[in-house]
């Protein structure tokens, strides 16, 4: 079972800056990300649980045009003030949103056209990530980028049996893993609505990252 909303909230209350420490396995499957999803012609990027910001950080400084905004949101307020502090210097390039958890957008339709979420879907319901995909549907523009990466299963003996431990744990105790289990994202993906892009699973340390790149059709 996941976390319910003010589980997840009080864990990245407390968990903070230590979730940037996560990077020796995340940094990889960022790279991969970055590596494909052509940030350099983005106008507008909205982030859904942008954490301390350091991937925000990282996108400003070295990969979205200097006339591209940013928009993040996160439920934790320890990470909204995170994040704030963190991208202060980019002005009105860019903000981050409190959220109150609920999966809708504070953006109206087709007004984004790049969606950016790491290491968040997996720590949601089956229906939130469903919700979540007709939301970012609804606001990005046609032809628009989602990228998202999350835990994964296994492809390799090793990866396996690490994906596997996580798993058990999240089954025992989702709060021991900050209410994250691997799963794979491209079942969730509407082919009517997405066309698929990209997609690869990337270890590292032993732990799977699935990175999906994902193109909004016509509606
Ligand atoms: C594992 S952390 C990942 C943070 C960041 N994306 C990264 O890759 O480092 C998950 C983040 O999602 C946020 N989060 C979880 N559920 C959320 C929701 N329903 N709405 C907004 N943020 C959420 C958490 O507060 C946390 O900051």
């Given at each position: 079972?996941?976390?319910?909303?003010?589980?997840?909230?009080?864990?990245?209350?407390?968990?903070?800056?230590?979730?940037?420490?996560?990077?020796?396995?995340?940094?990889p499957?960022?790279?991969?990300?970055?590596?494909?999803?052509?940030?350099?012609?983005?106008?507008?990027?909205?982030?859904?649980?942008?954490?301390?910001?350091?991937?925000?950080?990282?996108?400003?400084?070295?990969?979205?045009?200097?006339?591209?905004?940013?928009?993040?949101?996160?439920?934790?307020?320890?990470?909204?003030?995170?994040?704030?502090e963190?991208?202060?210097?980019y002005?009105?390039?860019?903000?981050?949103?409190?959220?109150?958890?609920?999966?809708?957008?504070?953006?109206?339709?087709?007004?984004?056209?790049?969606?950016?979420?790491?290491?968040?879907?997996?720590?949601?319901?089956?229906?939130?990530?469903?919700?979540?995909?007709?939301?970012?549907?609804?606001?990005?523009?046609?032809?628009?980028?989602?990228?998202v990466?999350?835990?994964?299963?296994?492809?390799?003996?090793?990866?396996?049996?690490?994906?596997g431990?996580?798993?058990?744990?999240?089954?025992?105790?989702?709060?021991?893993?900050?209410?994250?289990?691997?799963?794979?994202?491209?079942?969730?993906?509407?082919?009517?609505?997405?066309?698929?892009?990209?997609?690869?699973?990337?270890?590292?340390?032993?732990?799977?990252?699935?990175?999906?790149?994902?193109?909004?059709?016509?509606?």
């Amino acid at each position: 079972m996941t976390l319910d909303l003010s589980e997840v909230q009080q864990f990245y209350d407390r968990f903070g800056k230590k979730q940037d420490l996560q990077g020796f396995y995340e940094d990889p499957a960022l790279d991969e990300l970055i590596g494909h999803a052509r940030f350099d012609e983005a106008k507008s990027v909205f982030e859904f649980g942008c954490g301390t910001g350091r991937f925000a950080a990282r996108l400003l400084s070295d990969h979205l045009p200097a006339s591209a905004t940013y928009c993040g949101c996160d439920l934790s307020r320890t990470m909204v003030d995170l994040a704030r502090e963190r991208l202060a210097s980019y002005g009105d390039r860019a903000q981050v949103l409190q959220s109150e958890g609920g999966i809708r957008f504070p953006l109206s339709d087709h007004s984004v056209d790049r969606i950016v979420s790491t290491y968040v879907l997996d720590l949601l319901s089956e229906s939130d990530i469903e919700a979540f995909l007709h939301e970012a549907y609804r606001v990005i523009e046609a032809g628009g980028t989602m990228c998202v990466v999350s835990l994964t299963r296994g492809t390799t003996f090793a990866s396996r049996i690490v994906s596997g431990i996580w798993a058990a744990i999240f089954r025992m105790r989702a709060s021991l893993v900050g209410g994250c289990r691997p799963i794979r994202l491209e079942p969730y993906i509407d082919e009517g609505a997405w066309e698929v892009a990209y997609q690869k699973v990337v270890i590292a340390y032993g732990v799977p990252s699935d990175v999906l790149i994902v193109r909004a059709r016509e509606s």
